[in-house]
T-cell receptor, first 115, second 110 residues
Framework: SAVISQKPSRDICQRGTSLTIQCQVDSQVTMMFWYRQQPGQSLTLIATANQGSEATYESGFVIDKFPISRPNLTFSTLTVSNLSPEDSSIYLC????????????FGSGTQLSVL | DAKTTQPPSMDCAEGRAANLPCNHSTISGNEYVYWYRQIHSQGPQYIIHGLKNNETNEMASLIITEDRKSSTLILPHATLRDTAVYYCIVSTSGTYKYIFGTGTRLKVLA
């Protein structure tokens, strides 16, 4: 299993500013994933972060809006830039753990509200 | 796009078995079926997964049809704390991509 600490748990931000979310894992993992969950919706994968390389973004998500850092095997950050009210969502960090039978483990999420 | 379809909501009486269906008719031979649940906007929690055999753990049982085009998650004795959104996902082990569908909102009634 994996224990994931995600900070902040919630924040209220002004339009036009940025928020950086931190994700710390208690073990080394190859892949880290960032998801967005808009109000009342399911989870949408934003990007996959691999240590030592550029993050891979899903369709509809771009690096300028969601820059990601992955400086080591236990840590990642997601920045949501130039905030607008449409960015109000829960942002979730997750990791895949296991050898032959991988499972996803999730952080508790960051509730972002943009005014 | 998600490769699974689930009913949007279900109710279950407390103490009864909750049977949550999932259709994955386009599943390929090397794709696993995973189930997760999300309780009140917390991070999703892994429940169980399987390839083609039925699986059981301390939380639930997973029944996969012989043709693998559908599956059922069974919570044998549902409690109020099982009220959550349940997601069925198909994914190839090692592809590192899990696509969440809309899930089933299970409400356990006292």
């Amino acid at each position: 299993s994996a224990v994931i600490s995600q900070k902040p748990s919630r924040d209220i931000c002004q339009r036009g500013t940025s928020l950086t979310i931190q994700c710390q894992v208690d073990s080394q993992v190859t892949m880290m994933f960032w998801y967005r969950q808009q109000p009342g919706q399911s989870l949408t994968l934003i990007a996959t972060a691999n240590q030592g390389s550029e993050a891979t973004y899903e369709s509809g998500f771009v690096i300028d809006k969601f820059p990601i850092s992955r400086p080591n095997l236990t840590f990642s950050t997601l920045t949501v830039s130039n905030l607008s009210p449409e960015d109000s969502s829960i942002y979730l960090c997750s990791v895949e753990v296991g050898t032959a039978m991988e499972k996803l483990f999730f952080g508790s999420g960051t509730q972002l509200s943009v005014l | 796009d998600a490769k699974t379809t689930q009913p949007p909501s279900m109710d279950c009486a407390e103490g009864r078995a909750a049977n949550l269906p999932c259709n994955h008719s386009t599943i390929s031979g090397n794709e696993y079926v995973y189930w997760y649940r999300q309780i009140h906007s917390q991070g999703p929690q892994y429940i169980i997964h399987g390839l083609k055999n039925n699986e059981t753990n301390e939380m639930a049982s997973l029944i996969i049809t012989e043709d693998r085009k559908s599956s059922t998650l069974i919570l044998p004795h549902a409690t109020l704390r099982d009220t959550a959104v349940y997601y069925c996902i198909v994914s190839t082990s090692g592809t590192y991509k899990y696509i969440f569908g809309t899930g089933t909102r299970l409400k356990v009634l006292a």
